[in-house]
């Protein structure tokens, strides 16, 4: 039975139900359904019936507005990010699995900000201090004049943001924070939504820039970031593959600037390293590249990037084969492979088929579609791909090469890298590459079979 004024609320989705269900009827999920109390938030009135709204002043849309003012942090990749510095005022929310960095780079952050004047705070909910000041130490970070504080009562956080004043203010993590004015469990919907409302409301009226970290977990035990994204003004992931030091911070959503912007950065001994031409970063310079292997010319943000795909496709032991995929999308996969199958008579049914993204980097590109396409090619037919050539474009389901964005800018900078061949969309041009235009999937499979590249 439900209490009076008790409303179940979904940790994965934070749709709220009236009763208890084992599946969550908006999106499906598991044992998601958690009990919360409704209450209004501390100050808010009950709504009066006879109160009149006031007239609003509308504007024109010609009328000027000064550019926002930017907080320059220093650290680059990060300002890149969020579109040339931190606006004052503005909430970010930056999400990222546990132990992926998040901690780290805000740390790093702060104390460059501070190291400029800009007066910071990071206050931890999972940390103690001696833990931060001792990491901040082996980054060699413990100069920059950042005010530390570990605390998780939003009261308290939200009464010494006011009396004291500051620029910007790191909070380590959101799902920590607890507000008294709510009976539900730290890190549910309901405390994670008010925590956030508040401190969005702290910015806006302080002109204090508030960057939340938010923990991202695949079981629903602690309210998602999601719930929160609308909230604030902009939501950057970070992002990276365990046992790959590269790291990329990405935005998702941003009210000051564009979002098609990464920074890309280096887990090293003493914390991040910023790296500024990530364009052969993912490619693997070791050795000769083997059957299986095609390099992506890329387009991260505005910065081409080239990336090895790695494929290996192999006689499956079981019943039903294994598809394994690392760095690119499995339904993607799933769409190459069906048309390899049906358009090019390719048959990979019944072999397991690995797929890599070497180096760590998520590409989401559909100008991958022909890379990932080569790679797989190349491993079945076991001829590998010249060592000179690079691969892009998209790959419609009858089969056809589609163009892509920007196909100067990725052959420019593979020609910048040595590489002097392009596989990709017809009636490309290239200046110094050589342009091997396919119009089908099928004939670029025949050219990878046949090693037809002279
Ligand atoms: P952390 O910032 O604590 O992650 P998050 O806040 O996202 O949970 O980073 C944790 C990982 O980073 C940890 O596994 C160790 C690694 N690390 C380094 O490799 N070098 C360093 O200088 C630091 C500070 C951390
Ligand atoms: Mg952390």
Same mark, same amino acid.
């Given at each position: ?14 749709? !709220? ?14 044992? =998601? ?225 564009? !979002? ?55 006689? =499956?032991?079981?019943? !039903? ?74 790959? =419609? ?41 396919? !119009? ?15």
């Amino acid at each position: 039975m439900a209490r009076d004024g008790a409303v179940y609320v979904c940790q994965s989705c934070g749709a !709220t139900q009236t009763k208890w269900a084992g599946q969550c009827p908006a999106c499906n999920a598991w044992n =998601s359904l958690v009990e919360e109390l409704q209450t209004r938030p501390p100050g808010a009135l009950a709504p009066s019936r006879s109160a009149r709204g006031r007239g609003l002043a509308f504007q024109g849309l010609d009328e000027s507005t000064p550019a926002p003012p930017r907080i320059s942090t220093g650290v680059d990749e990060f300002d890149r990010v969020c579109g040339g510095g931190v606006v004052p005022g503005s909430a970010i929310l930056l999400g990222g699995d546990p132990g992926v960095g998040k901690s780290t780079l805000l740390l790093q952050v702060a104390a460059s900000a501070a190291r400029r004047g800009v007066r910071c705070a990071y206050i931890s909910g999972e940390e103690a201090i001696e833990q931060v000041r001792g990491r901040a130490q082996r980054m060699g970070l413990a100069d920059a004049p950042v005010r530390l504080a570990t605390e998780t009562s939003l009261r308290d956080i939200l009464e010494s943001l006011k009396r004291e004043k500051f620029d910007l203010v790191v909070i380590d993590s959101i799902q920590t924070m607890w507000s008294d004015a709510h009976e539900a469990a730290p890190g549910s919907v309901t405390q994670v939504r008010a925590a956030t409302g508040e401190l969005v409301r702290l910015a806006k009226k302080h002109g204090v820039a508030v960057i939340l970290v938010g923990h991202v977990t695949k079981e629903g035990t602690i309210a998602g970031p999601r719930v929160i994204e609308h909230m604030v003004d902009a939501v950057l992931s970070f992002e990276g593959e365990r046992g790959y030091p590269f790291r990329i911070l990405r935005g998702t959503k941003n009210r000051f600037g564009a !979002t098609d912007e990464i920074g890309v950065f280096e887990m090293g001994d003493a914390g991040l390293g910023e790296v500024t031409n990530p364009s052969a970063l993912f490619l693997d310079t070791s050795g000769e590249r083997a059957a299986g292997a095609a390099v992506f010319a890329g387009i991260e943000g505005s910065r081409p990037v080239l990336v090895e795909f790695q494929a290996l496709v192999a006689p =499956s032991a079981y019943g !039903t084969p294994r598809r394994a995929v690392v760095g690119w999308d499995s339904g993607r996969l799933a769409m190459v492979l069906a048309v390899l199958e049906s358009r090019c008579g390719l048959s990979l049914g019944n072999r397991d088929v690995y797929l890599n993204v070497a180096g760590g980097l998520r590409v989401s590109e559909p100008a991958a579609d022909l890379a990932a396409a080569a790679a797989l090619a190349s491993s079945a037919l076991d001829e590998a791909l010249p060592q000179d050539c690079v691969v892009f474009g998209e790959i =419609s389901l009858s089969g056809d090469i589609r163009p892509v964005s920007r196909m100067e800018s990725r052959m420019k900078e593979a020609a910048k890298l040595g590489f002097k061949r392009v596989l990709g969309p017809q009636d490309l041009e290239g200046g110094s590459m050589k342009i091997h235009g396919v !119009t089908r999937l099928a004939d670029a499979i025949a050219r990878i079979g046949e090693s037809r590249w002279e």
